[in-house]
């Protein structure tokens, strides 16, 4: 168990619609990071966050979006979407930034249809 | 951008053989070099990273990997594996320049390789 806790564990949806993953990092961690794992893209950095601040961009989508709230909990909120986006979307926490361990939660699996 | 290249979807090796999982990656400027091990159903777990220092670094279960930085690889080896050993790995980068600019740490993985070992 990395400490790193992820609501839900599986999303089964419609095209179209939008839905919000939730992830609380690990006790003490700043830093939050959401990862995208697909069959056909593999495991993609979506983004970070640092203390509420977004800190890095990697392939995230317009109609995806992230934040980190005060108590450090994070939410990717994903609309529109399509059947593309069924995959596993893991959410990652570490103490700082630099380079410390990043730490994975269990994943939520999104299945659209 | 960086990019890493594992060769190996999967490898299947018999029990206590050793085993060599390969990872290349793009660039020959400096990085940060990551191993990532995912067992079924769960997230992934750091096995081990080269900073900076020994290019032979070490994990605690008995994994190891070497950065060479003129072939640009950072192959992970077990001399005796496992049916524990049972997961996909997963080799990253990071590139360290992300970081004085605003404390990124990016990772770019790749494809991953699954290694299935047979009693």
């Known amino acids: 168990d990395s400490g790193v806790t992820q609501t839900p564990k599986h999303l089964i949806t419609a095209t179209g619609q939008r839905v919000t993953l939730r992830c609380s990092p690990r006790?003490?961690?700043?830093?939050v990071y959401w990862y995208q794992q697909s069959l056909d893209q593999g495991l993609q950095f979506l983004i970070q966050?640092?203390?509420?601040?977004?800190?890095a961009k990697g392939n995230i989508l317009e109609r995806f979006s992230a934040q980190q709230f005060p108590d450090l909990h994070s939410e990717l909120n994903l609309s529109s979407l399509e059947l593309g986006d069924s995959a596993l979307y893991f959410c990652?926490?570490?103490?700082?930034?630099?380079?410390?361990?990043?730490?994975f939660g269990p994943g939520t699996r999104l299945l659209v249809l | 951008a960086q990019s890493v290249t594992q060769l190996d979807s999967q490898v299947p090796v018999f029990e206590e053989a050793p085993v060599e999982l390969r990872c290349n990656y793009s660039?020959?400027?400096?990085?940060?070099l990551f191993w990532y091990v995912q067992y079924p159903n769960q997230g992934l777990q750091l096995l081990l990273k080269?900073?900076?220092?020994?290019?032979l670094v070490e994990s605690i279960n008995g994994f190891e990997a070497e950065f060479n930085k003129s072939q640009t690889s950072f192959h992970l080896r077990k001399p005796s594996v496992h049916i524990s050993d049972t997961a996909e790995y997963f080799c990253?980068?990071?590139?360290?320049?992300?970081?004085?600019?605003?404390?990124?740490?990016?990772?770019?993985f790749g494809q991953g390789t699954r290694l299935t070992i047979n009693p």
């Open positions: 990253a980068v990071s590139d360290p320049s992300d970081l004085p600019l605003r404390g990124a740490q990016k990772l770019v």
């Open positions: 660039s020959s400027v400096s990085v940060y």
């Open positions: 990652a926490s570490s103490v700082g930034v630099g380079m410390e361990t990043q730490y």
């Open positions: 966050y640092y203390n509420g601040e977004e800190r």
């Open positions: 006790s003490g961690d700043l830093s």
């Open positions: 080269y900073l900076s220092g020994s290019t």
